[in-house]
C-alpha cells in the first residue's frame, strides 16, 4: 500500500508540472543569434583544432615514404603473389569467370603496389578502400564462423586490416601535403 500511495504521489507532481510548465514560446532573434554564435565558436574550435593537426604533421621529403605505406605495400604484394598461387593451384577452365576476376584484382594490387611504392596519394586510398571492405566482410564473416579457429582467423584478419587503415590516414595526410605551412617566407 505505501508503494502505491507514493506512485500515486509522483504521477500528481509530474501531472502538476506539465500543467505549471510554460508553453514554449517561438524562437525569437535573440535565441536565434545566440545559438548561431555558439555554432560560430565551435566551428572556429573545430578549424583551430585541424590548424593545430596539419602544422604537426610533417611534408614527406624526396624519395621518402611513410611507413605504413611501406607495410601497405607489402601486404599488396603479397596479397596479388598469394591469389596468383591459388590460381595456379586451383584452376580450373570451366571457372572463366572466376579466373578473369581473379587476374584483375591481381593487376589491381600490383598496380596499387606501384603506387604506393612511389607514395601515391591514389594508391593509398585504394589501399584504404581495400581494406575497409576486408574489415566489413570480415566481419560478416564472424557472424557465421562455425568454430573457434575460423573466428579466431576472422578476428586476426579485421584487427590487422584495421590497425593498417587507421595508421594508413596519418600516412595520406602527408602524402597529401606538398610543404609546410609557411616555409616559403
Known sequence: MAQRS????RKERQRTRTEAAPVAEPETEERASGSADFMARGYARGRARDEAARAALEPLGPGERPGAVTVAFVVAVVAAIANLVALAINFDSDKGPQTTF???VCILLVAMAAGMWRARYWAVLGM?????I???LASLGLISAVN?????LLLVIIVAAGTLFWFLVKA???IQMPERPGARD
Do not use: D, E, N
Not at 584504404?128 to 575497409?132: H, I, M, R, S, V
Open 102 to 104: 581473379t587476374i584483375l
Open 134 to 136: 576486408t574489415v566489413l
Open 128 to 132: 584504404q578502400t581495400l581494406l575497409g
Open 172 to 174: 595520406m595526410a602527408r
Open 148 to 152: 573457434v579457429p575460423a573466428a579466431l
Open 6 to 9: 507514493s506512485r500515486k504521489k
